[in-house]
């Protein structure tokens, strides 16, 4: 600027250089002026408004800058233009041209650090909202209102916040369904303690409403039960699978019920995830179904046993000699005598299967044979309605399975053949082995099965109604379901194939080894 000074001093007598001069002059006391204050505004807290104003100078600056630049080549054209000048005069002009482009140079660099300095740091403090919010709602804390402005970081924002929104309306629907559920849902710690629970849970357990959190769950099990909560929580956790296991409510619980467990281990959360339904009834009918079998077995079963023996004996004439009419009621009285006998021998049967009581005495056997050894068994039957049985066995068809149970089952499908086939009839028995399976066919030229009632013969007491048999060679209705239950204990499955006035087909398949 004293430069500027000296060079209008000493042009005074020239309009020309003076008013170049001055020009420069101006526009240099004007880049002083707004350099210092944008010294100022970089000494205080950088806010969105000075940083507004950093750019209004710098627009400014550059703007008289460029007339600076203009004046000083003007002042260096004139310069040129007056011949008289000495070369130490000519140099300074020079130097004073390098200098204002150095100045103005340094003054944009200078405010462009300044303002993205104001910019990183005010997008650095959005942004940090932005984040402190994430945190906040993974910990279900208030979030930080609304972040203001236009640009990106707000949008983002703005988003966050309706997403955070959307997610605790799910989280209240997802509690309102678990609180309003009638089964207890809780989740334990790793070490068993309670963490949260829904009301049912707290309803059922505690003596108030206060919550049950860091509670041990066995604290409210009968003692009997705690063993196989805690075995059930090992197994759920080592297997990754969900493990169910029943268990009873101690004295601390409201109530001494029977509850079914789920038990899953979540490894992200370190904790257990448990629902629990009352089974109470079904535990109260297990225990009616296991009196009445054992009244069956103890006040019926014996009783029968012991009145058979006595009226064999009296047909047999050890009470003395009887007449022709005592033999009949005596042979009518134990045939009746053995139906029952075998009515409740097979409804044992039936108990002892579905509860899984009777373990199966595996061992290869050969199928083939078991079929012959069941028709050897019902021929003289057969013989009797001169039936023909059309046999069409693959030999040494071997599977694992219990030859005593698998020969009864075949004996019963054969037995039914028989009785619903009429008389001079013929009956299809096959044997043969596939990959990964065997299968026994009997078909029958009966009167066939309704498609309604192809499943529900499986089932206890159930049999075909309006079938051409007598009340007197009616079953038990228990054959094919002790058939059903004993196939599928060797992992089998059985079916039948039927139709009406064309006969029905019985079959069975049983799993076969590839190698044996």
Not at 9 to 36: C, G, I, T, W
Not at 186 to 200: Q, T, Y
Not at 346 to 362: I, T
Not at 403 to 415: A, E, H
Request: proline share 3%; glycine share 6%.
């Amino acid at each position: 600027e004293g430069n500027v000074a000296d060079i209008a001093a000493m042009s005074a007598q020239d309009p020309k250089v003076k008013d170049a001069a001055e020009k420069l002059l101006k526009a240099s006391s004007e880049l002083d002026r707004r350099f210092r204050d944008v010294v100022v505004i970089l000494s205080t807290k950088l806010t969105l408004d000075s940083a507004q104003r950093l750019l209004q100078h710098r627009d400014a600056m550059t703007a008289v800058t460029h007339q600076f630049i203009v004046g000083a080549q003007e002042l260096v054209d004139l310069a040129h233009a007056q011949e008289t000048q000495s070369r130490k005069k000519e140099q300074d002009q020079r130097e004073l041209v390098r200098a204002s482009i150095l100045v103005g140079a340094i003054v944009n660099v200078l405010l462009s650090i300044a303002m993205l300095l104001v910019f990183v740091r005010e997008f650095r403090n959005r942004l940090q909202v932005v984040v402190e919010n994430t945190v906040r709602l993974s910990s279900n804390q208030p979030l930080i209102p609304l972040l203001g402005g236009s640009d990106e970081v707000a949008d983002l924002d703005g988003f966050f916040h309706t997403m955070a929104g959307e997610m605790r309306a799910a989280r209240q629907r997802e509690r309102a369904l678990i609180d309003n559920a009638m089964e207890m849902i809780c989740s334990l710690d790793a070490d068993g303690r309670i963490i949260e629970s829904n009301a049912a849970g707290i309803s059922k357990m505690a003596s108030s409403d206060s919550p049950l959190t860091n509670v041990p769950l066995a604290d409210f099990l009968d003692v009997a039960s705690v063993g196989d909560l805690e075995s059930a929580l090992r197994q759920a956790r080592s297997s990754g699978q969900p493990v169910y296991v029943d268990l009873q409510m101690g004295s601390s619980a409201k109530a001494r019920n029977w509850c079914s467990w789920s038990i899953t281990w979540v490894p992200d959360q370190n904790s257990f995830f448990l629902v629990s339904t009352d089974i109470s009834q079904r535990k109260e009918l297990e225990q009616l179904r296991q009196h009445f079998y054992a009244m069956i077995t103890h006040d019926l079963r014996t009783p029968l046993l012991a009145a058979l023996l006595n009226v064999s004996s009296l047909g047999d004439g050890m009470f003395g000699p009887v007449s022709e009419d005592v033999q009949n009621v005596v042979g009518r009285t134990t045939r009746a005598i053995k139906r029952m006998t075998h009515l409740v021998d097979d409804l044992l049967e039936v108990e002892k299967l579905e509860a899984g009581e009777y373990e199966l005495d595996l061992s290869k056997v050969v199928l083939d044979e078991i079929v012959l050894e069941a028709i050897d068994s019902i021929e003289s039957l057969a013989a009797e309605k001169r039936i023909h049985l059309e046999l069409k066995l693959e030999k040494s068809v071997q599977v694992f399975a219990d030859k005593r149970r698998m020969f009864q089952v075949v004996g019963n499908l054969l037995s039914n053949a028989i009785k619903f086939t009429p008389a001079a009839g013929t009956i299809s028995i096959s044997c043969s082995g596939a990959a990964g399976f065997a299968e026994i066919r009997i078909a029958d030229s009966g009167s066939g099965i309704a498609p309604e009632f192809q499943q529900a013969i499986f089932e206890r007491f159930r049999q075909v109604p309006g079938s051409a048999v007598n009340s007197q060679q009616r079953g038990t209705g228990l054959g094919l379901p002790i058939c059903k239950l004993i196939v599928e204990q060797h992992d089998g499955t059985i079916g039948v194939s039927s139709a009406v006035g064309q006969g029905s087909e019985f079959w069975l398949r049983l799993p076969r080894p590839e190698v044996f």
